[in-house]
T-cell receptor, first 109, second 112 residues
Framework: AQRVTQPEKLLSVFKGAPVELKCNYS??????LFWYVQYSRQRLQLLLR??SRESIKGFTADLNKGETSFHLKKPFAQEEDSAMYYC???????????FGTGTRLQVTL | GAGVSQSPSNKVTEKGKDVELRCDPI?????LYWYRQSLGQGLEFLIY????????KSGLPSDRFSAERTGGSVSTLTIQRTQQEDSAVYLC??????????FGSGTQLSVL
């Protein structure tokens, strides 16, 4: 069965420091990977997906099939990045989206 | 509005009572999901509807939980004989069948 692992429940960094939110998945086929974000008092929303190979709000994520990872990175953290981040996996075009347990990112001055 | 709407936003019930949670997806979205969000558990998948296909019910935690989607639109999640461990935020999301889900604001369920 597919599984998404986010090992850190809380990641605290200083403003301006680099950020890396870890995500590992278990699936033997070709997955689709996503990062979702939930800011305080807002709805959960899509941040980025691996197929788009895009940078959103300075965040990037690269799918590493060898290491089965999809870590989220940003070179310089901003206060407004403080939020809950979820990694998610889909194993086919008609399949469900499986989420990890989430990592709370706290950016402090 | 054009977003996913859930009602009620808050529900307090007594242990043993039944509850119904409603979700109005974005018009035209073929896929609808229910998730449960609780501290330390992240987003727990419950059930997934995709078009006219049989729903994926693999995440429902017990037979006290059921969901239906009428006319390919509105969905209702029913929890029978509620238990305290059912307390959580229940989230609904819809999509066009892609991995881009649009979430509702959730129903906070408290079982006393």
């Amino acid at each position: 069965a597919q599984r998404v692992t986010q090992p850190e429940k809380l990641l605290s960094v200083f403003k301006g420091a680099p950020v890396e939110l870890k995500c590992n998945y278990s699936y033997s086929g070709s997955p689709e990977l996503f990062w979702y974000v939930q800011y305080s008092r807002q709805r959960l929303q899509l941040l980025l997906r691996h197929i788009s190979r895009e940078s959103i709000k300075g965040f990037t994520a690269d799918l590493n099939k060898g290491e089965t990872s999809f870590h989220l990175k940003k070179p310089f953290a901003q206060e407004e990045d403080s939020a809950m981040y979820y990694c998610a996996l889909r194993t086919g075009t008609a399949s469900k989206l499986t989420f990890g347990t989430g990592t709370r990112l706290q950016v402090t001055l | 509005g054009a977003g996913v709407s859930q009602s009620p936003s808050n529900k307090v019930t007594e242990k043993g009572k039944d509850v119904e949670l409603r979700c109005d997806p974005i018009s035209g979205h073929t896929a609808l999901y229910w998730y449960r969000q609780s501290l330390g558990q992240g987003l727990e998948f419950l059930i997934y509807f995709q078009g006219n296909s049989a729903p994926d019910k693999s995440g429902l935690p017990s037979d006290r939980f059921s969901a239906e989607r009428t006319g390919g639109s509105v969905s209702t999640l029913t929890i029978q004989r509620t238990q305290q461990e059912d307390s959580a935020v229940y989230l609904c999301a819809s999509s066009l069948g892609t991995g881009k889900l649009f979430f509702g604001s959730g129903t906070q369920l408290s079982v006393l």
